[in-house]
Nanobody
Framework: QVHLVESGGGLVQAGDSLRLSCEAS????????MGWFRQPPGREREFLAL????????IYADSVKGRFTISRDNAKNTVYLQMNNLKPEDTAVYYC???????????????WGQGTQVTVSS
């Protein structure tokens, strides 16, 4: 099992940028995809981005493509989500995930972080 801890959330204004971090531990991540979901208030969790062990392998949701960038530092077992030009509708709890196969459904993932709150004021 993989243990995931997110950090970097907070309160920002519309148009600001924020970088989330997720540090993983527990087992080798060489075979794991790592990624991000978010859950806005009163809504279901939604897929944002995934990255393979080799950074050239990335997958994005259309809703964040071009504004959000996922990256990974394998030496630090850490995945990042750089979020630019934030909007009030980006307000959500952001979750880190890890799994050995690719999927866009929350039910695909067995390894979740505790979540970090991002609030974007207008």
């Amino acid at each position: 099992q993989v243990h995931l801890v997110e950090s970097g959330g907070g309160l920002v204004q519309a148009g600001d940028s924020l970088r989330l971090s997720c540090e993983a531990s527990g087992r080798s991540l060489r075979t794991y995809w790592m990624g991000w979901f978010r859950q806005p208030p009163g809504r279901e969790r939604e897929f944002l981005a995934l990255i393979g062990y080799i950074e050239i392998s990335t997958i994005y949701a259309d809703s964040v493509k071009g504004r959000f960038t996922i990256s990974r530092d394998n030496a630090k077992n850490t995945v990042y989500l750089q979020m630019n030009n934030l909007k009030p509708e980006d307000t959500a709890v952001y979750y880190c995930v890890a799994e050995e196969t690719v999927g866009r459904s929350p039910s695909h993932y067995n390894n979740w972080g505790q979540g970090t709150q991002v609030t974007v004021s207008s």
